[in-house]
């Protein structure tokens, strides 16, 4: 049996398990990770990465390294039997960058190593003992892991919290007996990672559609492209395979030269029935995997990990109570509730075979683009602007009703939605420099009313660990915030806790309670 040397014990060294340990880390959270792969992965797996993640990774210190190697993808083309019939294009702010998923990782094994983490490599674990099933976080308490190491030693390692981040095989959900409830699509799909011969655009992603089955072509930093197309019915995969599709259904003049990864592999749309049994959790690949379409699957198990960390530091630290950890499997559950449902829908529409699908198909990418609907509306959401957690408690919204900004349609701020990077920025709560552990509290006085600027005072008081900012017009107004007099709070992942106006400082007082200790620091 060994204890005390970590507060958070993850199982998994992928992207998932990194970020969670790099922002626990710096968090000032003891953390141990663990991964039963001896080396590091080297095939470039998942590639999409898009601005909200990579506002979380700029916010750890790595934006600019995943810039300096990654690729921008500036437009969404859709072809139909070669047939031109829509583009999607994306403004920079909400284009995805492409980066193979093993520099991905590269990048955040260094950031955990300066942070003074490191990844045990072939390390799995056996089994968990001592789980309490109620859900229950008892002060004091701890889950076993009983984990075997590579020279076959077994290991007893008791500690507060554990997180499975171990893939779809998950060993920590089988342990936990949780369901992974989903379906499994008929087809199977072939991939090839290549160096290629003629030219194809390096911002664009490209669909090519036919009845017999969709190619899609997607760049890659150093001239790399990949080939992904449903398998031919009954068929195997060869290069030879996937040079014939692009000759017969894909850009014409395009030669495959040096493959770099091959691969064939079926599509599943499952999710976890629980994300959490009193102190194991699940993220990433563990918690839900779905389509590759769009490129969200990654993205996605990162978001969790920023999700799930914070607000671990917070009660590990004392400055919340263990009941905010409810939070992280309704908020996120919700979240790949709409990235299934989206992808899937995706999904469909490229797999469509019989003449009316496909020619309804068609006719809704074309009245898309010309509408301009799929760039002011679609273009945010695959982006991460418009993610937003609804709430569950009345005190988080204005009394009397919601602000009129139709927050999750519009990119307006309500409760629940991240607070616009450019006005995070500007108001100190989002860049490498803010305070990770920090709430903030963006306070619009009503005009000469210094009784309620007296009263909110005595209230941010009783909360020692909350920064309050007055932001008057600027930034904050510019960007879809409320301009009525009243209060925002933030929480330390930039979403929007609870908003209300002049005479909602009681709803302040409650939402504060529910999310942090009075008077720790």
């Known amino acids: 049996m060994t204890t005390g040397d970590a507060d958070v014990l993850i199982v998994g060294g992928g992207p998932t398990g990194l970020l969670a340990a790099c922002e626990l880390l710096r968090r000032g959270v003891r953390v141990r990770i663990v991964d039963r792969a001896r080396e590091p992965a080297t095939v470039p797996k998942a590639l999409s990465l898009w601005p909200r993640v990579r506002d979380i990774l700029t916010d750890l210190g790595v934006g600019e390294e995943v810039r300096e190697n990654s690729v921008p993808v500036h437009a969404f083309r859709y072809f139909s039997d070669r047939r031109p019939v829509a583009t999607l294009r994306f403004t920079e702010d909400l284009a995805a960058r492409q980066l193979p998923q093993y520099e991905t990782e590269r990048i955040l094994t260094e950031r955990l190593h300066t942070l003074g983490g490191k990844v045990e490599r072939g390390v799995r674990l056996l089994c968990?003992?001592?789980?309490?099933h109620s859900g229950a976080v008892v002060p004091g308490g701890t889950v076993r892991a009983v984990l075997e190491h590579e020279d076959g030693a077994v290991e007893r390692f008791?500690?507060?919290?554990?997180?499975?981040?171990?893939?779809?095989?998950?060993?920590?959900?089988?342990?936990?007996?949780?369901?992974?409830?989903?379906?499994?699509?008929?087809?199977?799909?072939?991939?090839?990672?290549?160096?290629?011969?003629?030219?194809?655009?390096?911002?664009?992603?490209?669909?090519?559609?036919?009845?017999?089955?969709?190619?899609?072509?997607?760049?890659?930093?150093?001239?790399?492209?990949?080939?992904?197309?449903?398998?031919?019915?009954?068929?195997?995969?060869?290069?030879?395979?996937?040079?014939?599709?692009?000759?017969?259904?894909?850009?014409?003049?395009?030669?495959?030269?040096?493959?770099?990864?091959?691969?064939?592999?079926?599509?599943?749309?499952?999710?976890?029935?629980?994300?959490?049994?009193?102190?194991?959790?699940?993220?990433?690949?563990?918690?839900?995997?779905?389509?590759?379409?769009?490129?969200?699957?990654?993205?996605?198990?990162?978001?969790?990990?920023?999700?799930?960390?914070?607000?671990?530091?917070?009660?590990?630290?004392?400055?919340?109570?263990?009941?905010?950890?409810?939070?992280?499997?309704?908020?996120?559950?919700?979240?790949?509730?709409?990235?299934?449902?989206?992808?899937d829908l995706h999904t469909r529409a490229l797999t469509?075979?019989?003449?009316?699908?496909?020619?309804?198909?068609?006719?809704?990418?074309?009245?898309?683009?010309?509408?301009?609907?799929?760039a002011r509306l679609y273009a945010p959401v695959m982006a991460g602007r418009r993610l937003a957690y609804a709430p569950e408690r009345d005190t988080q919204r204005p009394s009397g009703g919601s602000c009129r900004t139709g927050a999750r349609l519009t990119g307006a701020s309500g409760p629940g939605t991240v607070l616009p990077r450019p006005a995070a920025l500007a108001l100190g709560t989002a860049g490498p420099d803010a305070d990770p552990t920090a709430w903030t509290l963006l306070l619009r006085p009503p005009a000469g009313d210094a009784h309620w600027v007296t009263e909110a005072g005595h209230i941010a008081a009783r909360w020692p660990q909350l920064r309050v900012v007055r932001p008057g017009g600027g930034p904050a107004a510019r960007h879809g915030?409320?301009?009525?007099?009243?209060?925002?709070?933030?929480?330390?992942?930039?979403?929007?806790?609870?908003h209300g106006h002049a005479r909602d400082l009681g709803r302040l007082e409650a939402e504060l309670a529910h999310g942090l200790i009075p008077g720790a620091r």
């Open 481 to 498: 915030v409320c301009g009525r007099a009243g209060y925002h709070l933030i929480r330390p992942d930039g979403h929007i806790a609870a």
């Open 158 to 343: 008791a500690v507060p919290f554990l997180v499975g981040a171990d893939g779809a095989g998950s060993a920590v959900r089988g342990q936990l007996g949780i369901g992974f409830e989903g379906s499994t699509y008929e087809m199977a799909f072939a991939l090839v990672d290549t160096y290629i011969d003629g030219g194809l655009p390096a911002d664009e992603i490209a669909y090519y559609q036919t009845t017999q089955g969709t190619l899609v072509v997607v760049p890659q930093p150093g001239g790399v492209f990949r080939f992904l197309s449903v398998m031919p019915g009954g068929g195997t995969m060869t290069r030879e395979a996937m040079q014939e599709i692009i000759d017969t259904r894909g850009p014409r003049g395009v030669r495959i030269t040096e493959p770099v990864w091959e691969t064939v592999f079926r599509v599943h749309a499952r999710r976890a029935s629980e994300f959490r049994r009193g102190r194991v959790l699940l993220a990433g690949d563990a918690a839900h995997v779905h389509s590759p379409a769009g490129g969200q699957g990654m993205n996605n198990g990162l978001q969790d990990a920023h999700n799930l960390a914070w607000k671990l530091a917070a009660v590990l630290q004392g400055r919340s109570p263990a009941t905010l950890l409810d939070s992280y499997g309704t908020e996120r559950a919700e979240a790949t509730r709409r990235i299934v449902r989206d992808t």
């Open 128 to 132: 968990l003992d001592d789980v309490d």
């Open 352 to 374: 469509a075979r019989t003449p009316g699908r496909v020619a309804a198909r068609d006719l809704a990418l074309t009245l898309l683009d010309r509408s301009g609907a799929a």
